[in-house]
């Protein structure tokens, strides 16, 4: 009977630890990006969040169908007032604001898609743990897809599909819990005679909301409100803010030592150009800007032999795929290899081998803490790099963010002309190899023959996707 009490604790406690929907914190202060498929809206924007007084103050900036507009709005639910505010002009416009508050949290409807680690978890400060849920907005004839934070969810990234943008992706970071300045909350003196407006209250939800404007019009906003009274996603997070106090000394040699030390940790804390672990084993997905490839795959990766194994999974063009990759680059061969059949197809590979690095010549565009910066496992430092690189067909963009410790990949977001935008993110990566035996061709397909078509160019690791 003992053990039978025993077995049942364990298994009590394995169903505590399935990640269940969550409340973010009641107050909170960060910055987010949001961006549309169709391209329209690209935005920055400073936040800070109460819950308990529900309000939110929102500073953003960015570009609407190429025109550029910037905003200051606080968002008063009990009040059911909007003012618009202008700190340089000193002026205020009031609007009424009609809609019930919703706190940033997990709907209590929503579906667990998966948990994973962004980055790693190999080392300290190199990952970070964390949870996607999915829904449907009924509303909009959509679906969202939410990731927060295993401890503390902390708002990591939302995706909503809407009619009129395709999928609007917004990312959140240097989340912190609280609220660095509280009057920011409250309207400014200069607003307390501002007389509520005469026109049809605006409809925002806490978690959708675009803050868009038109020159001459002031900002106005674009709801995307999910439907209902449950909770929604939504927050940003605000940058951390260091003061540093310098004391004045007397003796030189202390002052001497003082300036040696602040350029010496200064330049060598400036990130700077990263190679990642030569040995890994990972995940990632693959998604086009045009919805017509979406793949996923595990991968292993040796730079020491060159060798990388992908087995990857998708849908291009509503077809569905599913086959092994190993490239082996120092022999300038390609093997797809099909281990249920036991059949393997040899195909001659571009030899030019590109480890997962940061170029030297990349530009550093920030640093930012994904996640919160408040508590253990709540975040994680990563530093995002942007760079050209030559292909055959033309010139191409890129966007890497990796781990600031250990440069471990993130995602990356790679443009040509003839593929739009692809974006790529990497998890669940592990230092070092699972199945090293894996990066070699199986014994099936020692008979493999070379197949070279005409014209045919040989297969390169972006061709695969």
């Not at 053990?3 to 910055?31: D, I, K, N, T, Y």
């Not at 309000?55 to 618009?84: C, H, P």
């Not at 993130?410 to 669940?428: A, E, K, P, Q, R």
Request: with cysteine.
């Amino acid at each position: 009977m003992r053990a039978l009490v025993v077995l049942a604790c364990l298994l009590a406690a394995c169903m505590a630890q399935r990640p269940h929907p969550c409340f973010s914190p009641a107050l909170m202060s960060g910055a987010l990006t949001v961006s549309t498929q169709n391209e329209k809206l690209v935005m920055y924007a400073r936040y800070m969040y109460d819950a308990l007084g529900e309000r939110i103050r929102i500073w953003e900036m960015g570009k609407y169908q190429n025109q550029s507009f910037t905003g200051d709005v606080l968002l008063l639910y009990r009040e059911a007032a909007m003012y618009q505010i202008s700190e340089r002009n000193h002026t205020c416009k009031k609007l009424p604001l009609k809609i019930d508050f919703q706190p940033v949290a997990v709907p209590k409807d929503a579906t667990l898609l998966g948990q994973f680690v962004l980055g790693s978890s190999s080392g300290p400060g190199q990952g970070l743990l964390v949870n996607t849920w999915a829904g449907d907005v009924p509303s909009q004839g959509g679906t969202y897809l939410m990731t927060v934070t295993e401890f503390g969810c902390i708002p990591i990234g939302t995706a909503v599909q809407t009619k009129e943008y395709g999928w609007t992706m917004t990312s959140y970071f240097d989340n912190i819990i609280g609220i660095e300045d509280p009057g920011k909350l409250n309207p400014p003196d200069f607003c307390r005679n501002a007389v509520m407006a005469d026109v049809e209250p605006y409809k925002c939800s806490v978690q959708v909301c675009e803050l868009c404007g038109k020159p001459g019009s002031g900002s106005r906003i674009r709801s995307a409100s999910l439907k209902g009274s449950e909770p929604r996603a939504a927050a940003s997070v605000p940058l951390l803010l260091f003061t540093w106090k310098l004391q004045v000394f007397d003796n030189m040699r202390a002052l001497c030592l003082l300036v040696g030390l602040l350029v010496g940790c200064c330049l060598a804390q400036r990130p700077q150009p990263c190679s990642s672990p030569p040995l890994m084993t990972g995940s990632m997905s693959v998604s086009t800007q045009s919805e017509k490839l979406t793949a996923f795959a595990s991968y292993s990766y040796d730079a020491l032999g060159q060798r990388i194994l992908l087995r990857e999974s998708g849908s291009f063009n509503n077809k569905s795929f599913h086959f092994n990759m190993l490239l082996l680059y120092r022999q300038g061969l390609a093997y797809k290899i099909n281990y249920r059949n036991q059949t393997c197809c040899k195909k001659l590979l571009d030899s030019n081998f590109h480890p997962l690095a940061i170029p030297k010549n990349a530009s550093l565009l920030g640093q930012v803490v994904v996640g919160g910066s408040s508590g253990p496992g709540q975040g994680v430092l990563v530093n995002t790099w942007e760079g050209q690189m030559h292909l055959r067909k033309g010139t191409a963009k890129y966007m890497s963010t990796v781990t600031q410790f250990g440069c471990i990949p993130v995602s990356t977001l790679f443009h040509t002309d003839w593929t739009g935008w692809i974006v790529t993110s990497f998890f669940n990566n592990v230092v070092g190899l699972v199945d090293p035996q894996a990066l070699n061709p199986p014994d099936f397909c020692a008979d493999a023959e070379l197949e070279v078509e005409d014209g045919e160019e040989p297969v390169s690791f972006f061709s695969l996707f």
